[in-house]
Each structure stands twice: as structure tokens, then as C-alpha cells.
């Protein structure tokens, strides 16, 4: 199955509308873990603007464990299926290769790996035989331990210089030129201050040669945005804060947004295209 990376429409980013079909993701675990509810959720999320759908069985918020590969199968597979015959377009969001291949058999276009291919190299296997695209991400270990491991000489240079090193081991294993989504990991084994300086930075994640995706829908360094007194932002009131991020995300020209509310975001990245055009 050979399928093309989804073009960067000519004003504005692409919008990938986020499906946790999972009990435990930090922004609405367990709202979509039956599958009828994601199903629903991903209408919804098209209906309301995002371009494509990233569909994920498991959480990768800090310190969270692990489902065994059948639970996560089991979980995305049948909402993979129902929203690709609707004719959604679809990313898997997995770090495993049995899961991205059973997604691809499901109807899934695009496997989204936020280990870049660490965790299971069999899953570049996978991308590389079905010639489908594939977004790494810059990773250095699992969600239970992954915020130990947030130390950088300079996080802008180390980041780009691991990043790069996986695009090179990622063509290398066959992942083709055309097809190769990076994205900086926003939020894993990253602090605060230092997903700020990544945003602040990001333009520059353009050198490496690929289109560039960025997710930082709802994450906790968004938390004091918006925040009044001492108690901060709730998960799912952040979005915002995610739209603001969206508009410099757009002035920088990345190729996707990644995000739980389409429709905000939507709107943040056509103002950006209307000034733009002006």
C-alpha cells in the first residue's frame, strides 16, 4: 500500500484531530475508550476542521504504564476501520510494529511513532515495506521514567542534532525522503522552560529537511497560561493557550498541528492565513 504524505495546504498548517481511545491520557482519558464514543469523537473532530485523524491506544503522558499489544489492538483497530470507511483520513498513533501493520490493514494511511522508531524497530519495517508516510518524533526513553531524563547542554542544538540523527537512520532503513515527518516531542523528557525555548526556536527545526509536525495541544507546560491565583489551568481548558501556540506554529511554517480541539485551532491558523494574504 503506497500512499503520499498528505500536502501542507498553501496558507496554513494541517490540523490532526487527536483520538485517545485509552483510560488514562492526560486530557480525557477514558472519555473515548469505547469505540463507538471515538468513532463519534472523530466525526466530530472532522466536522469541526482537522484535516486528519491520529488515532492512539496508548497514553504517553508522564509516568504512564503500558497496555500489552492485544489491549492495544484491541482499542484502536475497530475505530481505525469505522472512521476509514467513512473516508477520514487516519494516522496511527503507536509505537508498535504489530499494531501499526494491523492499522494499515485497518484503513490507516500514516504511522505517527512518538519513539521515531526506538522502541520497536521492526516497526520501520512496517513504514518502510508499505511505502507510507511516518512522523518521528524526538524521543529518549518511555513515559514512566521519561521526565529523568530532560537534561541538555542546549536543549535547541541537542534536540535537533538527535532528531537529525534519526531522519539518517530512518532513510537509511528505508523510510522514503518524501514521506518522513519530524516533530520536536514537546512535553517528553522536556521541562517547562524548556518546551518554551523549543517553541521559541522552532523555525529553526526546518534545517533538518522535512516537513514538521508539532504537538502541544493541552500539554502541562500551557498550565499558568490564562492562569488566575494559584491554581493552575485544567488539561481541558487549555485549548486557548493551544490555539495561541497554533498561530506561531503557523507564522513558522510547520506542516501539522497537532491538537484535541480542531475547530479553535482552525480558526487561529485561517486568521493567520487571512493577515498573511492581506
Known amino acids: 500500500m503506497t500512499t503520499a504524505l498528505p500536502a501542507r495546504p498553501a496558507d496554513r498548517p494541517l490540523v490532526m484531530g487527536v483520538v485517545n481511545v485509552t483510560p488514562d491520557s492526560f486530557s480525557d482519558g477514558g472519555r473515548y475508550l469505547a469505540a463507538d464514543d471515538a468513532i463519534e469523537r472523530g466525526h466530530q473532530l472532522i466536522a469541526d476542521g482537522a484535516d486528519l485523524l491520529d488515532i ?3 497514553s504517553t503522558r508522564p509516568g504512564a504504564g503500558r497496555p500489552s499489544d492485544d489491549e492495544e489492538l484491541r482499542r484502536v483497530v475497530p475505530v481505525v476501520s469505522a472512521l476509514a470507511d467513512a473516508g477520514v483520513p487516519i494516522s496511527i498513533d ?8 494491523a492499522a494499515l490493514d485497518a484503513g490507516a494511511s500514516i504511522v505517527n511513532d512518538v519513539s521515531g ?19 518521528a518524533m524526538h524521543w529518549r526513553g518511555h513515559s514512566a521514567d521519561m521526565q529523568q ?3 541538555y547542554t542546549d536543549v535547541v542544538a541537542d534536540v535537533l542534532r538527535e532528531l537529525g540523527q534519526r531522519r539518517d537512520a530512518l532513510l537509511e532503513a528505508g ?9 520536536p516531542g514537546l512535553g517528553f523528557a522536556k ?3 524548556q518546551n518554551w525555548l523549543l517553541l521559541r526556536c522552532i523555525a529553526r527545526f526546518h534545517e533538518l ?4 509536525l508539532v504537538g502541544a495541544s493541552r500539554k502541562r507546560f500551557l498550565e499558568r497560561v490564562g492562569a488566575r491565583g494559584d491554581e493552575p489551568v485544567a488539561a481541558q481548558d487549555r485549548d486557548l493557550a493551544t490555539a495561541a501556540v497554533s498561530v506561531l506554529l ?3 511554517g510547520v506542516w501539522g498541528v497537532r491538537v484535541h480541539d480542531a475547530r479553535s485551532t482552525l480558526a487561529a491558523v485561517e486568521v493567520v492565513a487571512e493577515v498573511a494574504s492581506s
Open 117 to 135: 522508531g526506538l522502541a520497536d524497530p521492526e516497526l520501520v519495517r512496517v513504514v518502510a515495506d508499505a511505502e507510507v508516510p511516518m512522523i
Open 149 to 151: 531524563r530532560a537534561h
Open 209 to 212: 529537511g522535512q516537513p514538521v
Open 94 to 101: 503507536t509505537m508498535r510494529a504489530r499494531v501499526a501493520h
Open 191 to 193: 521541562t517547562g522552560p
Open 250 to 252: 503557523a507564522q513558522a
Open 175 to 183: 523510510v522514503l525522503p518524501d514521506r518522513l515527518v519530524l516533530d
Open 56 to 58: 492512539g491506544g496508548e
